[in-house]
């Protein structure tokens, strides 16, 4: 890219100079509008754009306005300020390059010349000359999907800031790096998690159809982060808006019918095989259905600003039955709470756990043990339980959460010591406010602690949801038989190198289903595919119960066994999925 300045001759000279050959594009524009609008769109750009031409901002100059737009086949930003235009047209110049240009003008106004392959910024005495892109090779942006409603801007980007801390920051599992908006009737939830934590916040919108389906969308965290940052002094409503992607599920359906007919043009409508197809039939059928409620496209808009963003794929995590219907809560001071958390946690490495022991009127906070620096505090809280409660949790995550309430008071919401506990946010003692924020973490389960008692029922939460029948556990003799029929079954008595193995299954069944995916072909019978991957799906279960089991089980090797101590290593880190 070639840039040339000359700040030094007249400003009508330049003019002459420009004029002096018919320019594709010409028009004129305030310099801070240009300014705002080029910053907001550039913060879109790829840092490692696919293609040199996606590092560019597109310019279209038509009907009075200048259009600037910014696409990289997954997020789309545009803006479209006020222009005298002279000549409309299209250019393509450096994205990061013009907003920083304009901040060292001074000049009201900025002319903006293409001639040639050659982009003039004129600014009073100022020019800058800038290579062009070939705008021919742009990819064409995506439309901005019709149907949403309107939500308060800062409402919304408040909640997008309490959900967004807990997304997943590695894309081990790329569903997981995204925030899950649910719009049902005149509110929308947001949610996101990383397996460890997960946090949801409600807030009021307005359907464009209220009696609408309930509907979903998966967007990326890297989108959403450039919404909360683009809009964070805005004040009013945005326009958000979707449009399924049903794509694949439509094309499934049509492939498990026309197997479904061959089957029954052949055979009794009876037979196994006709049966089996049938219900493969009804099931593409209902996740095509699901598929039309699933957000493929959403955007979000304020004025002439727009964003557009492509939704992650797959389904995500079924989070509500997490929530108890009943608990305990301990109501304590945020702000106190908070700094005594940040003052103990000093002694507390990444994998060690901080204490919180609920007794009657106040908390203890503790972290470090044996030759370790260990650190306690004890502040004012009011748990209301008649046996005192004590639970472990990875003290970065329990400030983050303490940090996003915004709340004068917390609550913790216990129904045991090693479930997880909820975090919600009040502005009295009583807490018999809500504001529809709720964050949930996993306690960390340290060596030789007892499973505390289970404390007396209290009222129910606000807006919670039923727990599904999954959240009962089974027979415990039952479940010592499983364990060690698993182990059997791989030979080993060492629990270190059993959860390899229980790893090495689970690595091999997912295989399997993606090549029994990727192998069945139209004139299949897709109950074949469905029968397989039914079969590893068992598999990985059985494999993930163990895994679970064995990361809070006592090693059944000596202290030199580098595999079990592989799996106390891997305990006292994460503490445990979320069911």
């Given at each position: ?11 009508a000279?330049?003019?002459?100079a420009i ?13 801070k509008?240009?300014?705002?609008a ?27 306005h ?25 250019v ?6 013009l907003?920083?240009l ?11 010349v ?24 742009y990819?064409q942006?995506p ?12 409402a ?8 967004i ?5 590695e ?54 982060k ?23 599920e439509?094309?499934a359906e ?6 479904l007919a ?20 009804e099931?593409r ?33 079924r ?17 106190a ?13 990444r ?55 915004g ?43 007892d ?5 007396e ?42 959860v ?8 091999d ?5 993606a ?26 279960a059985?494999t ?10 006592p ?16 305990s006292g ?7």
């Amino acid at each position: 890219m070639t840039t040339t300045v000359d700040a030094v001759a007249p400003a009508a000279e330049q003019a002459a100079a420009i004029a002096d050959s018919p320019p594709r594009f010409n028009t004129n524009v305030d310099r801070k509008a240009l300014l705002e609008a080029g910053s907001g769109v550039s913060a879109s750009l790829p840092i490692r754009p696919a293609a040199p031409v996606l590092a560019g901002i597109l310019l279209e100059a038509a009907d009075g306005h200048l259009t600037l737009s910014a696409w990289d086949y997954n997020h789309a930003t545009r803006d479209r300020i006020p222009a005298e235009t002279t000549t409309p047209g299209r250019v393509l110049v450096h994205g990061k390059l013009l907003p920083d240009l304009l901040k060292k003008l001074d000049a009201d106004r900025v002319a903006l010349v293409a001639d040639g392959s050659q982009l003039i910024v004129q600014a009073g005495p100022t020019r800058y000359t800038l290579q062009t892109l070939p705008v021919e090779d742009y990819p064409q942006l995506p439309a901005i999907p019709p149907g949403g409603g309107w939500v308060d801007a800062p409402a919304l980007v408040a909640a997008i800031k309490r959900v967004i801390i807990s997304a997943a920051s590695e894309d081990t599992i790329p569903m997981l790096t995204g925030i899950q908006i649910t719009g049902v009737g005149k509110t929308l939830t947001l949610a996101g998690t990383d397996r460890f934590r997960l946090a949801t916040a409600e807030v009021p919108w307005i359907p464009d159809d209220p009696d609408a389906e309930p509907w979903t969308a998966l967007l990326p965290t890297k989108l959403l982060k450039t919404v909360a940052k683009r809009w964070a002094k805005t004040v009013g409503d945005l326009r958000l808006t979707w449009q399924p992607d049903a794509s694949d599920e439509i094309a499934a359906e049509a492939k498990a019918l026309q197997v479904l007919a061959e089957l029954e043009s052949r055979m009794w409508h009876g037979h196994p095989d006709v049966v089996k197809a049938r219900e493969v039939a009804e099931q593409r059928t209902k996740l095509r259905i699901a598929a039309e409620h699933r957000a493929g496209l959403a955007g979000l808009a304020f004025g002439e600003q727009h964003t557009t963003g492509r939704c992650l794929s797959g389904e995500y995590v079924r989070y509500r039955s997490l929530f108890p219907t009943q608990n305990t809560g301990a109501v304590a001071d945020t702000k106190a709470l908070l700094a005594g958390v940040e003052r103990v946690a000093l002694v507390a490495d990444r994998t060690s756990p901080i204490r919180l022991s609920f007794d009657g009127t106040a908390v203890l906070l503790e972290a470090g043990a044996g030759d370790e620096a260990q650190s306690c505090e004890t502040v004012a809280a009011a748990w209301p339980g008649q046996t005192p409660l004590v639970a472990s949790f990875n003290p970065a995550y329990l400030i983050d959460g303490l940090k996003t309430l915004g709340t004068q008071y917390v609550r913790f919401g216990f129904t045991i010591a090693s479930k997880p506990a909820v975090l919600t946010g009040h502005h009295n003692l009583t807490a018999d406010d809500y504001d529809g924020y709720r964050y949930l973490m996993m306690p960390l389960r340290t060596p030789g602690q007892d499973a505390a008692p289970e404390p007396e029922p209290a009222a129910s939460e606000h807006q919670q949801v039923p727990a599904t029948d999954a959240q009962q556990p089974t027979s415990g003799q039952q479940e010592d038989q499983q364990r060690a029929a698993f182990m059997a079954s791989v030979g080993t008595s060492c629990l270190g190198r059993a959860v390899a193995a229980a790893h090495r299954e689970q690595r091999d069944a997912r295989g399997t289903i993606a090549m029994l995916r990727a192998g069945v072909d139209a004139e299949s019978a897709d109950w074949l595919e469905e029968r397989g991957t039914q079969d590893m799906n068992e598999i990985i279960a059985e494999t993930e119960a163990f895994i679970t089991w064995a990361r809070t089980a006592p090693a059944s090797c000596g202290p030199d066994c580098a595999a079990c101590a592989a799996v106390t290593a891997e305990s006292g880190r994460e503490g445990g999925d979320l069911p």
